[in-house]
């Protein structure tokens, strides 16, 4: 419906628009039907003969077959890290540098490519893997390019060596951004990696591969294997790693700290997450709302740092639901490769289970569910943006991480309360304050057990910015010259 044929009341109450399809081109993408490993700079046949699909979740379409590696693969893998890493640690670096800003400059020119298979693969709508994804994959390996040949001054008076084989695991929800969060650093302070992508979201990571030896970068430096999660696990318990970088879920990070327990492997983990977003009764209320709807919808809620809880002060609660719920109405979800798309498809089948069964939880519980009248594609894993009010602390969608596009809402009369509900779970990775007052933005960062607080804004990332939780959330530091250190033996 063209505006100017909209009556003025629909304008008023903010009626969706009607949008013609703008789908991204495809035919400029090449998938190949199997994928064999990533080892020593060469696709090679795997000793594993087992194999899987990787699924585009929007259609259930097979998109190609990738190899579940076995003991002697990852074995291959962390062989040809070690290799690599006299010569890389050894090289000038100047010229790893170099390297490093190769593959920043290919990312960029394959920024199409790169972002039409994420969205393929992941079910992220292409405006998020075009716009975020992809240039701040690009802008971490810049960035990290930019230390490489400067980590004397990033540890003045020190003598900075490199660990080794960093290996390192990684989740569905940004696949090539957190292989850039991973690898960036890694290759800057002279490490070489074996990564393992996740089960559902393996293909950036392959032309990742293939970009590695666009950029004719040593063998071995960089090495992709990829399985499911038992992988993962020989990939951390290789003894010959000796730094371990995880992100992904509570439990696996669990399981992986008692398995590298007393091994001497360097550890960080980036875990998830029950940020409050939390917005006063002096917020611009139109601005909070956009920031909400970024917090818990952008990526369906598959964030580790969504600001899944919004604690709203009681006075405003009544004008800030009506425009968020008006906004929920305005949100298209449908097909993640039309550019209007705003919410696109649940990663896979099993995490739509996991959020169906929270958010029927939600329902059991007493809590009132809002969803915005949508129709679901008839194939594929759909979830439509919900809202929950009347939501007690104790609920369990108030609690556990359901990495949906599902947000709990509650109140708080007083900052101190504020503070307290916000602190009120075992997470401690991100928040948000929504308020007019320099001031009480600072008293209330001080006393958030939050790695990152953002304050009338949500989700913002940036290379120089170091990122990572307290308390179940994690542990370490991602992004900046702290994002360094774990990858670094100062002496
Ligand atoms: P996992 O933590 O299982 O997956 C993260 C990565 O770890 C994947 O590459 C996975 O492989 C791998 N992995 C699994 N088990 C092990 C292991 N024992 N040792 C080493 N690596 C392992 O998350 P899920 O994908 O199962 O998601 C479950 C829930 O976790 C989600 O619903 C969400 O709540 C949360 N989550 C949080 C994330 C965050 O960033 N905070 C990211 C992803 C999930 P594979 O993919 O093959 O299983």
């Not at 990787?54 to 062989?79: K, Q």
């Not at 696949?175 to 990696?193: R, Y």
């Not at 600001?307 to 639901?321: A, C, D, K, T, W």
């Not at 939501?391 to 991480?401: G, T």
Request: charge should be neutral.
């Amino acid at each position: 419906m063209a505006i100017a044929s909209r009556k003025p009341a629909e304008l008023a109450t903010g009626a969706a628009f009607e949008y013609a399809p703008a789908p991204e081109a495809i035919d400029h993408v090449k998938i190949a039907g199997r994928y064999d490993l990533f080892i020593g700079g060469k696709f090679v046949r795997a000793h594993s003969k087992v194999r899987f699909a990787t699924v585009n979740p929007a259609t259930e379409e097979v998109l190609a077959e990738v190899v579940e590696a076995d003991e002697v693969d990852v074995d291959r893998a962390v062989s040809a890290a070690a290799g690599a890493f006299r010569s890389w640690s050894a090289l000038s670096p100047a010229r790893r540098a170099r390297y490093i800003f190769r593959l920043s400059r290919i990312i960029q020119e394959r920024a199409r490519e790169l972002a039409v298979v994420e969205t393929m693969d992941g079910g992220k709508p292409i405006k998020e893997s075009r716009d975020v994804d992809v240039p701040l994959a690009a802008a971490h390996f810049f960035y990290y390019a930019g230390w490489a040949d400067k980590l004397e001054w990033a540890f003045p008076n020190r003598r900075v060596l490199p660990l080794g084989v960093a290996g390192q695991v990684i989740p569905w929800n940004f696949p090539l951004l957190m292989l850039a969060w991973k690898i960036a650093p890694a290759l800057a302070a002279g490490n070489t990696v074996v990564l393992k992508p996740a089960e559902t979201t393996p293909l950036t990571a392959m032309l990742f591969a293939d970009i590695c030896q666009q950029a004719e970068l040593p063998p071995g430096v960089v090495n992709i294997i990829t399985g499911a999660g038992g992988t993962g696990a020989l990939v951390t318990g290789h003894p010959s790693v000796r730094k371990v970088a995880f992100t992904g879920s509570t439990e696996v990070g669990k399981l992986i700290q008692r398995q590298v327990a007393g091994t001497g492997k360097r550890l960080t983990l980036e875990l998830g997450g029950k940020a409050a977003n939390i917005v006063f009764d002096d917020a611009p209320l139109d601005q909070a709302v956009e920031g909400i709807v970024n917090g818990i919808y952008f990526n369906q809620g598959h964030v580790c740092c969504a600001g899944s809880r919004l604690l709203v002060q009681e006075s405003i609660m009544g004008p800030l639901l009506e425009k968020l719920k008006r906004r929920l109405g305005t949100l298209r979800l449908g097909d993640p490769l039309d550019k209007n798309t705003d919410i696109g498809a649940i990663n896979s089948r099993q995490q739509l289970e996991k959020i169906e069964g929270l958010v029927a939880s939600g329902v059991a519980e007493g809590a009132e569910i809002y969803q915005p009248e949508c129709r679901l594609p008839d194939r594929g894993f759909w979830f439509r943006p919900t809202l929950f009010t009347a939501v007690a602390q104790s609920h369990r969608i108030a609690r556990e991480e359901i990495f949906g596009p599902v947000l709990a809402v509650l109140t708080f009369r007083t900052p101190d309360e504020a503070v307290e509900k916000a602190n009120n779970t075992p997470y401690g990775l991100s928040a948000g304050v929504w308020t007019d007052k320099g001031s009480r933005i600072l008293w209330m960062a001080e006393r958030m057990r939050a790695g990152v607080v953002w304050a009338n804004t949500y989700n913002r990332f940036d290379p120089s910015s170091p990122f990572g939780g307290y308390k179940e959330s994690g542990f370490g530091r991602e992004g900046g010259l702290q994002g360094l250190l774990p990858y670094v033996e100062l002496s």
